[in-house]
């Protein structure tokens, strides 16, 4: 089992970079694929970002795809999202999960952490 910390969010003017980090105990994360997922007050849940287990593979929502970069040291159990180009609707709760293989549902995925908040002002 692996226990999935989230941190680096915070209140962010629009066009900024914030990176998201999520550090992972327990058992190592190479042995996991990793996403990121997103949800916005009064939404359901998103799906951000995800990456194979040893990095090679990404895979991004339309609506982030060019502005955010997934990435992950698997030496260092840590899996990181770089945001740029921050726009007010990227604002929501973000976290971290771990599954089996890179997938875009949350269904894919069945450990999470508990989420960094993150609030684009434009």
């Known amino acids: 089992q692996v226990q999935l910390v989230e941190s680096g969010g915070g209140l962010v003017q629009a066009g900024v970079s914030l990176r998201l980090t999520c550090a992972a105990s327990g058992r190592t994360t190479s042995s996991y694929a990793m996403g990121w997922f997103r949800q916005a007050p009064g939404k359901e849940r998103e799906f951000v970002a995800a990456i194979s287990r040893s990095g090679p593979y990404t895979i991004y929502a339309d609506s982030v795809k060019g502005r955010f970069t997934i990435s992950r040291d698997n030496a260092k159990n840590t899996v990181y999202l770089q945001m740029s180009s921050l726009k007010p609707e990227d604002t929501a709760v973000y976290y971290c999960?771990?599954?089996?293989?890179?997938?875009?549902?949350?269904?894919?995925?069945?450990?999470w952490g508990q989420g960094t908040q993150v609030t684009v002002s434009s």
């Open positions: 999960a771990a599954g089996p293989s890179t997938r875009t549902s949350l269904k894919g995925y069945d450990t």
